[in-house]
């Protein structure tokens, strides 16, 4: 079965963290899959994929129409790719879901080697895992997150420089007061202490240290 001939089908997929997602597929890259679920155009790295199916007509639950109206970042004339889209996405609002149960809001700034530079009116600057990143769905032209104008949301909001790597750039937040993946718990909030043999060293509040994996860590904001 050649999945480009089931482009136009519904399915349903289970993505990383036990999230459910269904829809039409709209395309199929070398390791980003599209869906449209009726309101949003999905970009979904096939790596968070751990199951799927297409669905029978008894088991839709909502008849989806196609617009004309199409994501702001789609392409016919190339093979999507998750890395294309990230920089087709530059500079455009955007969702993204990465963790913590919740999802992000704001724009792409930078796309770096294995991370991506993210700007959140709720928490500025963010570096976001591209391993960690489940989809990603760009607004409509019209759409501002939380409503805010073009004032709110400012066009070169950092003056940091960026390092190639995510490892790189924690090792750079060394001093700093950080919390990483969303604040989750109180055992990613502390300040960097150090970054050796794959671990960050991190200072909480108490001044206890606590040794982070990372390889999971997903998200990355300054305080």
Excluded: C
């Amino acid at each position: 079965m050649k999945l480009k001939d089931k482009v136009g089908n519904y399915i349903k997929l289970e993505i990383s963290g036990n999230k459910i997602l269904s829809g039409i597929l709209i395309d199929i890259g070398s390791d980003l899959w599209v869906i449209y679920n009726g309101n949003d155009f999905l970009y979904i790295p096939i790596i968070h994929i751990q199951n799927w199916k297409f669905l029978r007509l008894d088991e839709i639950d909502d008849i989806i129409t196609l617009s004309d109206e199409q994501s702001p970042i789609f392409n016919h004339n190339e093979e999507i790719s998750l890395r294309k889209t990230l920089t087709a996405a530059k500079g455009i609002f955007t969702e993204i879901y990465v963790t913590s149960k919740q999802s992000l809001h704001g724009y792409i700034i930078s796309i770096m080697n294995n991370y991506f530079v993210f700007y959140s009116p709720i928490y500025k600057t963010m570096f976001i895992s591209l391993n960690h990143l489940k989809w990603l769905i760009p607004y409509t032209n019209s759409q501002r997150p939380y409503g805010l104008s073009n004032a709110n949301l400012p066009v070169n909001p950092s003056n940091i420089t960026f390092a190639r790597s995510f490892e790189v750039q924690i090792d750079k937040l060394i001093g700093d007061l950080i919390v990483f993946n969303i604040g989750e718990n109180e055992n990613v909030i502390g300040k960097v202490q150090g970054v050796k043999n794959n671990f960050v060293e991190l200072i909480t509040a108490k001044e206890d240290p606590v040794y982070l994996n990372l390889h999971h860590i997903k998200t990355v904001h300054m305080t």
